[in-house]
């Protein structure tokens, strides 16, 4: 695994010297006020066993290549496996799927017992029901405290039947949550926000 990090250790170790001392429990609490999405990401181990990990920290990256990104623990086993297959899927959570975040965010041996799943074309697992599955190779990993930010090349996509009236499952405040009905409608800016998404040109408020 090639792990992008500093150049110089010792000039990252005296600049956290100088940083202040955050709060984890205070800093948990901060983050929780930002709404995110839930996804599960799968993989096969060497001996063919389906694995995986309930996944706040993914988003994506980049359009052209198009790219995507998530961040497990060092410590991950899912993340483990994730390395040593070289691809990975990304599930994307419905509201109904809280069963199933509860069971890939357990300690539970076996997560796909009693899940809905099949093997993609690509050779992954993918969880029915779904709203949309993103499925990449890894392309790097970069070093990101006691997480590794790995980035991914997608390979391939897919909406589930689900995607057209289904609504995500989100998590927020160290709860569940979920978007309201009849607040899904574009908003104002929807345009511009568009363009932002999606721009490729280099602009300085960015």
């Not at 955050?22 to 993989?43: A, E, L, M, W, Y």
């Not at 990975?88 to 017992?113: I, T, W, Y």
Request: include cysteine.
């Amino acid at each position: 695994m090639n792990v992008t990090a500093s150049a110089d250790p010792a000039d990252g170790a005296s600049e956290a010297a100088a940083l202040p001392t955050i709060d984890p429990r205070q800093f948990r609490n901060t983050i929780g006020q930002f709404c995110t999405g839930i996804t599960v990401i799968t993989t096969f181990t060497d001996d063919n066993t389906p694995v995986g990990f309930a996944c706040q920290s993914f988003a994506s990256l980049s359009l052209d290549p198009p790219l995507v990104l998530f961040c497990p623990t060092k410590g991950s086993r899912s993340w483990a496996a994730i390395e040593a297959n070289g691809r990975f899927c990304a599930n994307v959570l419905a509201e109904e799927q809280q069963p199933v975040c509860a069971k890939f965010g357990s300690r539970e041996p076996d997560k796909f017992a009693g899940t809905d799943w099949h093997t993609s074309e690509l050779g992954l697992p993918r969880l029915d029901h779904s709203l949309a599955t993103i499925e990449c190779e890894v392309d790097r990993v970069v070093d990101g405290g006691d997480h590794y930010i790995v980035i991914g090349r997608v390979l391939a996509m897919t909406e589930t039947a689900a995607t057209a009236n289904g609504r995500p499952l989100l998590f927020y405040r160290g709860q569940y949550t979920a978007i309201e009905p009849e607040k899904t409608t574009p908003a104002p800016w929807r345009a511009d926000l568009d363009d932002f998404l999606t721009t490729t040109t280099l602009d300085t408020w960015l």
